[in-house]
């Protein structure tokens, strides 16, 4: 009998949209505008861990179960993410295009053209000098493809059947997750003093973008979602969890240049991020909140709004739209209106269709192969 598939959480994907929109704020703003939530704005890069720990979630959530019955099949697996994945990520090197030149004459000739052939393969992450190759927030997608490679092997591992052992794995799994920063704050091998979100180093650049270095992050959220199975959905302690992970969060971002970047960036917060998504994944005023429907509608273009956020700055700013309407007056809050709407545009006219005529195609391809 197939696995029934579980319900969705809607409250998670309500916090998608806070997450992509920080990360636009992160990249197009002075954190200063935000007042008390300027130490969120000012550190928008956790979000980007956030979302990698929550992918690893939803995926066991919805196939752990398959995985373990023997009933995921790995092929439509793989299909089936890189028919979610591409269509966007292809939207936005061509929207990239134009930086070709740009980063011509930033690299070398043989980085140039590595990044040129590594890039629409999803593989530029494993290459720290062109990670950021044309679009910038297109590494995570290579550090993506790569945990949805492993994924159906990680899926597999056997139900724990008692809470305090899982929670030691885990512990575990955060501490290993802790080891590539806590390295690098050791040796310092870029020989920055104190590195920050401006600071740049080749070592740096590689604990920042590669997949190895945040794949525990993506582990950890694997594992999360056997946690998860463990407590009620009306459990009370989930809304504390909540609160606990949101308030641990702010309370060490306030703390500023006083935690370390290089741990901050990734491992630090794994337990706090858990502390959330076991908070919204149950049914709580928490939840609720987060669960709206207008963030939902947001949150469910996080990704389109997360992938192109560089070029619609760049589409709304070259081509001087608000300028030539005498609207640039409410610049930058109406460019970032405009970039969630292209972003909801783009799942549904873009993304989604192109998602429904790729799995046509594929289908179409197995069937033929098959005859």
């Not at 549904?348 to 269709?353: G, L, R, S, V, Y």
């Amino acid at each position: 009998m197939e696995t029934r598939k579980p319900a969705p959480l809607k409250a998670l994907t309500g916090l998608r949209c806070f997450a992509a929109i920080n990360i636009v704020f992160f990249h197009f703003s002075n954190p200063q505008w935000f007042g008390f939530l300027a130490p969120v704005v000012n550190a928008g890069f956790i979000s980007v861990s956030y979302f990698i720990l929550l992918s690893g979630f939803v995926l066991a959530y919805n196939y752990a179960e398959r995985a373990r019955n023997g009933e995921l099949d790995r092929k439509r697996f793989w299909e089936a993410r890189f028919t979610r994945i591409y269509p966007i990520y292809f939207l936005s090197l061509l929207l990239s295009l134009n930086l070709l030149r740009p980063e011509y004459r930033t690299h070398t000739h043989a980085m140039f053209w590595t990044g040129v052939v590594l890039t629409p393969l999803l593989l530029q992450g494993f290459v720290p000098a062109v990670a950021t190759f044309m679009n910038t927030p297109a590494w995570t997608m290579s550090a993506e493809a790569f945990y949805y490679v492993l994924f159906p092997w990680l899926a597999r591992w056997k139900r724990p059947q008692r809470m305090a052992p899982h929670l030691v794995k885990m512990a575990g799994v955060w501490a290993l997750g802790l080891v590539p920063g806590a390295l690098y704050m050791a040796f310092n091998p870029d020989g920055i003093a104190w590195p920050d979100r401006w600071s740049y180093g080749p070592w740096l650049w590689a604990l920042k973008y590669t997949p190895y270095s945040h794949m525990f992050s993506f582990i950890f959220g694997v594992m999360l979602a056997d946690l998860d199975q463990m407590i009620e959905r009306t459990n009370r302690l989930r809304l504390w969890l909540g609160i606990i992970g949101f308030g641990g969060i702010y309370a060490l971002l306030s703390l500023g240049p006083l935690m370390p970047y290089a741990i901050m960036h990734d491992g630090l917060l794994m337990p706090l991020f858990a502390c959330i998504i076991l908070g919204l994944a149950g049914e709580n005023p928490l939840a609720h909140a987060l669960g709206v429907r207008p963030l939902v509608f947001v949150g469910e273009a996080s990704y389109c709004l997360y992938l192109l956020h560089f070029n619609l700055w760049n589409l709304v700013h070259g081509s001087h739209v608000l300028d030539a309407l005498g609207l640039s007056r409410f610049d930058p809050w109406l460019s970032y209106a405009l970039m969630i709407g292209l972003a909801i545009f783009a799942l549904h006219f873009i993304e989604k269709p192109a998602q429904r005529k790729l799995r046509e195609w594929m289908h179409a391809t197995s069937v033929l192969r098959g005859s």
